[in-house]
Structure formats: C-alpha cells, structure tokens
C-alpha cells in the first residue's frame, strides 16, 4: 500500500516550487490532494500533472491574506471529500529590504503572507483535525528564521515567526493527536529565487556564490525539500512534534 493511501491533504502555496513538488510526491504516494494557491495558471498546470499520473486532487484558487476565501476553500475541501488530514502551510513571499528602508506596508504584506497566513490555515483546519480524530501539520519555515540574513528583515522576521507559533502548536494540539512541525529549507531552485537572482547585475555570479556557502556546496532542488515535508506528515515521524528540520546542506551547521 502506498505511503499516504487515501489521506487527504491540504497545500496552499502548492502551484510552484517546494509546493508543486510536494503535492506531486502526495498525490505519487496515493494521497487525495487540494491544491490552494492564487497563480491560477501554475495550479491548473499542477493539478493535471496528478490527474494525468493517475492521482485524485482540486485546484481552488485564492488568496490566503483573506479569511473568508480561505474558509471557502476549507469548505470546497470539505464537500468534495469530506475531510483533512494533512495541512502542508507554504505559501510565502520574499521581500528584498532592510529595516531604514523597508515600507511600512512591504512589512505587512509580508506578515500578511508568510505569518498571518499561516495562522489562518491552521485557525480554520485544526477543528477539523480535532472532530476527526487527529493529523498532521507542516509549516514551511526558512533557515533565515534560525539565522540573520541580509536585506530581508520581515522575511527573517516572519520565517521566525513561524517556527515559534509551529513549537506553540506542537504544545497546545499534542493532547489531540495533531503533530505540528517545520521545515527550514536553505536556498532552493524554485521560480522564485531564479526571480531573485535575475535581479542581480551578474546572476550566475551570485548563484555560484551564495551555492558556495552551503557545506554540500550546491542548492537544494524542490524534490529535496518536499521529500523532507512528506517524512514530517507520515506515520514514519509518529513521536516528532515540535520540530524545525533544517534542509539546507549543513547551511546552519557552520
């Protein structure tokens, strides 16, 4: 039988990237899929990738800074097959400013996305979780919440921000059989770190550079970081809540 054979699963920010990878390893492991997500084109695109292997899974597009459509896409979930069992929190955003120069309004966007957000998700899935029994949670951190990096003072701020309301969680759900943890993946090949990088006067430079500073000497591919995601929701990390799981080629072991 399949790893995750019949579980119901919940990913928002699963359209590209660290998601997109996740969902396709879900949905490969026999998982029933909801993709959240407001690119309603990469959603599409992903959600036909799982329908044209075989697998069972929505796309409901929306907007995670807004309660109600998240609640609405809680409750699509819900109708079409009747349950959550894994909630995978990604969606998030970058933000290339240092505090003297940051808007006061690029701090909350940032908030909005990557903090607020995330306690949105789990605000509206964790009554499920408790009416059914149990489940699994994980939030997608960064390795800029365990450590200072430069020009990206809300984006450290919030990633920190997660890993704490993921230890918080850990402790309040524990006595109803929900396991909450995170991942804090170092720099990852996704769309929107090639964004990033392309901003740069000489790109390959910076991506040579900043590769360097990874021990394994190289950047992580999606499939890596999903792969870690996927143990953190399995049966196979039964005793782990609480956790923050560096993927980040011995980044945060220097």
Not at 13 to 42: K, S, Y
Not at 219 to 241: G, N, R, V, Y
């Amino acid at each position: 039988m399949k790893r995750f054979a019949n579980k119901k699963v919940f990913i928002s920010g699963g359209a590209t990237g660290i998601g997109e990878a996740a969902v396709l390893l879900f949905a490969q492991q026999g998982a029933i899929v909801t993709i959240f997500d407001r690119d309603i084109e990469n959603g599409e695109k992903c959600l036909q990738k799982i329908l044209d292997g075989g697998g069972r899974g929505i796309f409901i597009s929306g907007n995670l800074i807004y309660p109600e459509e998240i609640e609405k896409a809680i409750d699509q979930s819900l109708k079409t097959y009747g349950g959550i069992d894994i909630l995978i929190n990604n969606a998030g955003v970058e933000s290339p400013y240092s505090v003297h120069e940051m808007p006061i309004e690029e701090w909350d966007r940032v908030m909005a996305v990557n903090l607020r957000g995330m306690y949105l998700m789990a605000k509206a899935v964790i009554p499920i979780m408790k009416k059914s029994g149990g489940g699994a949670i994980v939030n997608t951190a960064s390795i800029s919440g365990l450590l200072g990096w430069p020009i990206s003072a809300a984006y450290c701020a919030s990633k920190g921000g997660v890993i704490q309301l993921t230890k918080q969680m850990a402790v309040d759900y524990a006595q109803d059989n929900i396991r909450v943890n995170c991942i804090a993946p170092g720099t990852t090949l996704t769309p929107l770190i090639e964004r990033i990088f392309q901003q740069e006067s000489e790109p390959e430079k910076a991506k040579q550079q900043i590769s360097q500073m990874h021990p394994l000497g190289r950047f992580a591919q999606p499939e890596e970081i999903a792969q870690a995601i996927l143990f953190l929701a399995s049966e196979d990390a039964s005793f782990i809540t609480g956790a923050v799981l560096p993927v980040d080629g011995g980044y945060t072991a220097k």
